[in-house]
T-cell receptor, first 114, second 118 residues
Framework: EPEVTQTPSHQVTQMGQEVILRCVPI?????FYWYRQILGQKVEFLVS????????KSEIFDDQFSVERPDGSNFTLKIRSTKLEDSAMYFC????????????FGSGTRLTVV | AQKVTQAQTEISVVEKEDVTLDCVYE???????LFWYKQPPSGELVFLIR??????QNEISGRYSWNFQKSTSSFNFTITASQVVDSAVYFC???????????????FGRGTQLTVWP
């Protein structure tokens, strides 16, 4: 069964550093998303990406964040100048035209900022 | 604005009991989609079901069943004869329909932690 693959599964970074979270969506999907989940809290939408541009972003997704699809397979989330409160699980997801199964989520990257 | 409320923060049951997880949503859209996801201790989000706003048929899948009632804006999830492996956090979520995409962003509830004791 097709999967969304996220790397790394865990990342520890020092406050102020930049991190790049990587995702390989399902190959024939067209819509890509990033969500985050602060420990013990609900899952929150960050950004959606379609046709090589951001289609929607939340109030959380400020200038500290950026997304990119550098090639035909990867979809990245860059967080600049990380803060302690950026510590969370970050989920990548993708969906096809139909989206019947909703999104297919990756297993997540647990980011810890120290 | 869209909102999903899962009033039950934690539920504990003993194996083989039936358990219902409540979900109430708010939206002004006439077309929307409702989902349930399971998050086991390993952390991934596992899709369980999607329901369209124009399809109020209830659904059963094995021990799982869902009761969608537009009149009360509820989309409740029942596990029959619960098992220890059902222990997880369960999230209800709502998505609007978007032009150019079947699905808009997902709005999640805060989740219900279900613990099934042997």
């Amino acid at each position: 069964e097709p999967e969304v693959t996220q790397t790394p599964s865990h990342q520890v970074t020092q406050m102020g550093q930049e991190v790049i979270l990587r995702c390989v969506p399902i190959s024939n999907h067209l819509y890509f998303y990033w969500y985050r989940q602060i420990l013990g809290q609900k899952v929150e939408f960050l950004v959606s990406f379609y046709n090589n541009e951001i289609s929607e972003k939340s109030e959380i997704f400020d200038d500290q964040f950026s997304v990119e699809r550098p090639d035909g397979s990867n979809f990245t989330l860059k967080i600049r100048s990380t803060k302690l409160e950026d510590s969370a699980m970050y989920f990548c997801a993708s969906s096809g035209e139909d989206g019947y199964y909703g999104y297919t989520f990756g297993s997540g990257t647990r980011l810890t900022v120290v | 604005a869209q909102k999903v409320t899962q009033a039950q923060t934690e539920i504990s049951v003993v194996e083989k009991e039936d358990v219902t997880l409540d979900c109430v949503y708010e939206t002004r859209d006439t077309t929307y989609y409702l989902f349930w996801y399971k998050q086991p201790p390993s952390g991934e989000l596992v899709f369980l079901i999607r329901r369209n706003s124009f399809d109020e048929q209830n659904e059963i899948s094995g021990r799982y069943s869902w009761n969608f009632q537009k009149s009360t804006s509820s989309f409740n999830f029942t596990i029959t004869a619960s098992q220890v492996v059902d222990s997880a956090v369960y999230f209800c979520a709502l998505s609007e329909a978007r032009r150019g995409s079947t699905l808009g962003r997902l709005y999640f509830g805060r989740g219900t932690q279900l613990t099934v004791w042997p």
